[in-house]
Nanobody, 120 residues
Framework: QVRLVESGGGLVQAGESLRLSCAAS????????MGWYRQAPGRQRELVAA???????NYSDSAKGRFTISRDGAKNTAYLQINSLKFDDTAVYYC??????????????WGQGTQITVLS
């Protein structure tokens, strides 16, 4: 089993920055992709950004330019730097990992989510 713990959310003013962290723990053999999704009230969960094991990144159109995803493989931790936060960034941000545990194949795991609220 893999556990993902997010941190770094909070209540901020528009224009400020935040850095989210997602630490994976458990009987991890390897992690393929780590990423961030978000879900705003009344909306579907959407991909924000993802990073592969080799460092390749993928961003949604709304995340390009202000969001930067990175990863520390040695720590099984992913980060999401968000600059110039906007009111529309208000959402619960969920960490995601496609990981292989000892004895099992790759499976998808989710964190509990961290709330970002941006005041306009």
């Amino acid at each position: 089993q893999v556990r993902l713990v997010e941190s770094g959310g909070g209540l901020v003013q528009a224009g400020e920055s935040l850095r989210l962290s997602c630490a994976a723990s458990g009987s991890i053999f390897s992690i393929n992709t780590m990423g961030w999704y978000r879900q705003a009230p009344g909306r579907q969960r959407e991909l924000v950004a993802a990073v592969g094991s080799g460092g390749s990144t993928n961003y949604s159109d709304s995340a390009k330019g202000r969001f930067t995803i990175s990863r520390d493989g040695a720590k099984n931790t992913a980060y999401l730097q968000i600059n110039s936060l906007k009111f529309d960034d208000t959402a619960v941000y969920y960490c995601y990992a496609r990981a292989r545990t000892v004895g099992l194949g790759f499976r998808d795991y989710w964190g509990q989510g961290t709330q970002i609220t941006v005041l306009s």
